[in-house]
């Protein structure tokens, strides 16, 4: 058993050794792996959750580019799907656990070599499974993609990604690394270069797929969340096959998901003020200010000339846009 472990573990460095690799912001070094950059210590993840991850027909999947509203996503979704099992709000879970701890994120889930625990952890989960991934769509598990599971992906203008990114980054680094200025920053971003990137690469995989199986993927946008979340509540619940009755309506089940899910309501949990969560991040980080348009505070006009010329190279002709407030 050991050696077995000890030659795939092997296998796995000599695999990591032979990547593209590239000096990351928040870890080291970045590597590319399957098209999209990666810190080593999460290519065992992707390489086990690919190999091993069963998808059910009922399990959703919120999908997204890091910072971009997947916490806000993952909390609105457990709590339309879960409506009948909690109908009493002050009991919620949502007010004792973090979203990611309700949603895992099935990437990280698959971390270490206790892969059968994992399994059996999934095996019991109560149905609808919910989880989160941040995994390109091409580098999905075949299960996800071959069953009628569904996928909700959330995107968000790539100025506020960036310095959602940015922010988080410098709260949780190692102080060992390296200083990156916020322009050398932009600049691998500009190139892709950033966990999970390159960010253009990831939206335009699950907007394509989304028009091309809309069925299969449901895409939105953080700022449409933003604007008009009543909308978008409904939205999630219809294509997730449990459409708010009308007497749900009228009752103001709606509206108390949304209040549950604020920035406001999570920012000011205990449960969300402390403690960690996943590999080891600060729950207080993961809610920052919840803005549209907060980039215009960091960016010079030389960096947006940069990211604007770089959206537009990368975006045009796909349909996709955002708008940028400044
Ligand atoms: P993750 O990739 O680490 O999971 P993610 O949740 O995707 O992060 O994005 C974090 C952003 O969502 C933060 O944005 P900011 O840095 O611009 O403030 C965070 O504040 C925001 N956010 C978290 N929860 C909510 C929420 N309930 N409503 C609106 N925005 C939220």
Not at 57 to 77: E, M, Q
């Amino acid at each position: 058993m050991a050696s077995t472990e000890g030659h795939q573990e092997y296998e796995e460095e000599k695999q990591i050794q032979s990547l593209p690799k590239e000096r990351g912001w928040a870890s080291r070094y970045l590597y590319l792996f399957q098209g999209f950059w990666c810190p080593s210590t999460h290519i065992q993840g992707v390489n086990s959750f690919q190999n091993h991850f069963q998808a059910k027909h009922n399990d959703v999947i919120v999908a997204s580019f890091p910072k971009s509203g997947t916490t806000w996503l993952k909390a609105l979704t457990f709590a339309i799907l879960n409506r009948q099992r909690f109908s009493s709000l002050e009991n919620h879970p949502l007010l004792t656990s973090n979203p990611h701890e309700l949603v895992p994120f099935l990437d990280f889930l698959f971390h270490g070599d206790n892969i059968q625990d994992q399994l059996s952890y999934l095996s019991n989960m109560t149905e609808p499974r919910v989880f989160g991934t941040h995994i390109p769509l091409p580098s999905l598990p075949k299960s996800i993609m071959e069953s009628n599971c569904k996928i909700i992906y959330i995107c968000r203008n790539p100025f506020d990604t960036f310095v959602s990114s940015w922010s988080f980054f410098n709260n949780i680094k190692s102080k060992s690394l390296p200083e990156v200025t916020i322009e050398e920053a932009l600049q691998m971003y500009c190139k892709g270069i950033i966990g999970f990137g390159p960010i253009w690469d990831h939206m335009l995989g699950y907007w394509k797929e989304s028009i091309a199986t809309p069925n299969k993927v449901l895409f939105v946008k953080y700022e449409q969340l933003q604007e008009d979340v009543k909308f978008y509540v409904k939205r999630v619940a219809e294509y997730l096959d449990c459409p708010f009755t009308e007497e749900e309506e009228s009752n103001g089940g709606i509206e108390s998901i949304i209040k549950l899910c604020s920035f406001e309501k999570m920012k000011d949990l205990e449960v969300n003020k402390s403690g960690t969560v996943g590999r080891n991040i600060e729950k207080k980080y993961l809610f920052r200010k919840g803005e549209i348009g907060d980039w215009i505070n960091y960016f010079s006009p030389a960096m947006i000339e940069m990211l604007s010329k770089t959206i537009e190279e990368k975006l045009s002709g796909s349909g996709l846009s955002f708008k940028t407030r400044a």
